[in-house]
């Protein structure tokens, strides 16, 4: 409960203000187990999104479908790029939300389709080392972005809608905390 705040609008300013997913979407979200990846998944399917989360450990496949994901990739065995790619059928993803940061960073981005956008929003495997822009971002144009909830909830107006749009969904028993 003392948490709710802080991931529950996390998870709000990465599915509507980010980047706004849209129904039937795939979309890629890292550490699917952690305490935002577990509102931002299920909140997600509830908009209509299949997502395909990751996850550090076997033990944490189990929690991850349970809160949302269609399909769950440990990505400390598995290449998740290469599942990304069978399960797209070689197209990529439009958006990928990472929250672990150095140990996932290079092969979030070849996860991407043209015109992709990363979000990259935590460093919990480290700090990111610099980005090659010509190398990393400009073969297929992609969008790299880097938020923070201060960007996005700085006035009371946005801090009362993300807060209103989060209780409805915890209300409605869409998002289970």
């Avoid at 300013?13 to 039937?24: E, G, H, I, M, Q």
């Avoid at 187990?33 to 997502?51: E, M, R, T």
């Avoid at 909830?149 to 107006?157: D, R």
């Amino acid at each position: 409960a003392a948490t709710l705040m802080t991931k529950g609008l996390t998870a709000y300013y990465l599915l509507y203000k980010t980047y706004p997913v849209s129904a039937n979407e795939t979309i890629l979200f890292h550490a699917a187990a952690g305490g935002v990846g577990q509102i931002f998944c299920q909140w997600a399917k509830s908009l209509g999104v299949k997502v395909i989360g990751t996850v550090g450990s076997d033990e944490k496949v189990e929690l991850a479908k349970k809160n949302g994901c269609d399909e769950v990739v440990n990505y400390s065995k598995e290449d998740f790029a290469k599942k990304v790619e069978e399960l797209t059928n070689g197209k990529g993803l439009p958006v990928v939300y990472d929250g672990v940061g150095k140990a996932t960073l290079a092969k979030s981005l070849e996860c991407l389709k043209t015109r992709g956008m990363m979000v990259s929003f935590g460093n919990a495997s480290g700090a990111l080392s610099p980005i090659d822009v010509t190398k990393t971002l400009q073969p297929k144009g992609l969008f790299f972005v880097r938020p923070s909830m201060g960007q996005y909830l700085s006035t009371n107006e946005e801090l009362n809608e993300a807060s209103k749009m989060l209780f409805e969904k915890i209300s409605s028993g869409k998002v289970k905390i």
